[in-house]
């Protein structure tokens, strides 16, 4: 039993806990926003390596939030996972190969020997800076666009078509949220870059980055905001589902709590953009909390809310819902103790990070470090 809940509310923790690590991978997304802009933001190779050493001393923390997500959601809620890692599987193995060349790229680009040369693995790293972001935003706007699967008997999931997710890609609304994404990376990442390198010469493309992403950044997530507000959505009634006009808005009226974080969020995103055009170099941090809070609240809608937040556009009934798509109490009450771990492990986090940053990364600091990504 932990600390006295009932199966309903472990349900609702777990599902916060989940929207939480979104919202923590989405801030670590400012790597991939850095990977993207290898080639356009500095003046040299100095400067490119530069920025390819500093976005190498934290991508394994984006990569190991991804895996905590993964984890957290086989452990709570198996059947989502079963049916998003394993039959919309194609997707999945896409964003995978993009997070493999990342890691053989920091791995290797500067290796003695390495036949593909430097400039192939960072084209790799461009390549995950850009198609990682889109394709998890594609993924998660399938929560609310929905997904072609069904459950046959003992939850066994079958997909309609061999494109196993990919049919996703078809429908230009998936897009808003992965674009949104990609330019929000990029502004996060100017923001660690202005916090982490000490180079003036990178400023001016800073603040004049910062502004063009931010307004391309706002247009996308507000399109998304338009359309799933606009939207018909899907909601649990009794043990129905059910397809309801503009649900997604309704759920921030009648969760309050999760709209004000909402709200915040983007406040704070908003202002991270006029600071880091500023040149302020505490921005990343702004940034980064308005991030986590906007996303951890919108994907919290879904479980607090309407419930529904896989949903079958094949047969509403096999839609997963937090109630049919999660752990028993037993796995849920034992997983709830090990979950208070995670204030200390992001303690040791931000100490990791603060430690590391102590000293600003120069390019005096690189001619003096034998480890050089």
């Keep these: 039993m932990f600390f006295g809940l009932d199966l309903e509310e472990l349900q609702l923790y777990w599902w916060g806990i989940l929207s939480l690590l979104g919202g923590l991978l989405v801030f670590m997304f400012f790597v991939q926003g850095g990977q993207g802009l290898i080639f356009t933001l500095p003046k040299d190779e100095e400067e490119k390596t530069l920025l390819i050493n500093s976005l190498g001393r934290k991508w394994e923390l984006g990569f190991t939030n991804l895996v905590m997500f993964g984890g957290a959601a086989f452990a709570a809620f198996p059947l989502f996972y079963s049916v998003s890692f394993g039959g919309a599987y194609w997707v999945w193995l896409c964003i995978l190969f993009c997070y493999i060349l990342q890691a053989v790229s920091y791995e290797y680009r500067k290796k003695e020997g390495n036949f593909l040369g430097t400039r192939t693995y960072e084209i790799f790293l461009w390549i995950n800076g850009i198609l990682a972001p889109l394709l998890i935003g594609i993924a998660l706007s399938t929560f609310f666009s929905g997904a072609e699967f069904i459950l046959k008997e003992g939850n066994f999931v079958e997909w309609k078509g061999a494109a196993r997710g990919l049919e996703a890609l078809l429908n230009p609304y998936n897009y808003l949220l992965g674009i949104a994404l990609i330019f929000l990376s990029r502004i996060l990442a100017l923001g660690y870059f202005l916090n982490h390198i000490d180079e003036e010469s990178l400023y001016s493309k800073i603040k004049k980055g910062s502004l063009i992403y931010g307004i391309l950044f706002l247009i996308f997530f507000l399109a998304f905001l338009t359309w799933i ?145």
Excluded: Q
């Design 229 to 373: 507000f606009l939207k018909e959505g899907f909601i649990l009634k009794g043990k129905m589902v059910e397809i309801v006009s503009n649900i997604y808005l309704l759920n921030f009226f009648n969760l309050p709590f999760f709209a004000i974080l909402f709200i915040l969020g983007v406040i704070l995103v908003i202002a991270g953009i006029m600071l880091l055009c500023k040149l302020y170099k505490k921005a990343i941090f702004i940034l980064g909390l308005g991030s986590v809070l906007a996303v951890f609240s919108l994907l919290s809608t879904l479980g607090f809310g309407n419930k529904v937040f896989y949903p079958s556009v094949i047969n509403l009934e096999d839609s997963l819902h937090i109630f049919n798509a999660s752990s028993s109490y037993y796995t849920l009450s034992v997983m709830g103790y090990v979950s208070l771990l995670t204030p200390f492990v992001l303690g040791y986090i931000a100490y990791v990070w603060k430690a590391m940053d102590r000293v600003k990364l120069t390019k005096k600091e690189l001619e003096n470090n034998h480890h050089i990504y």
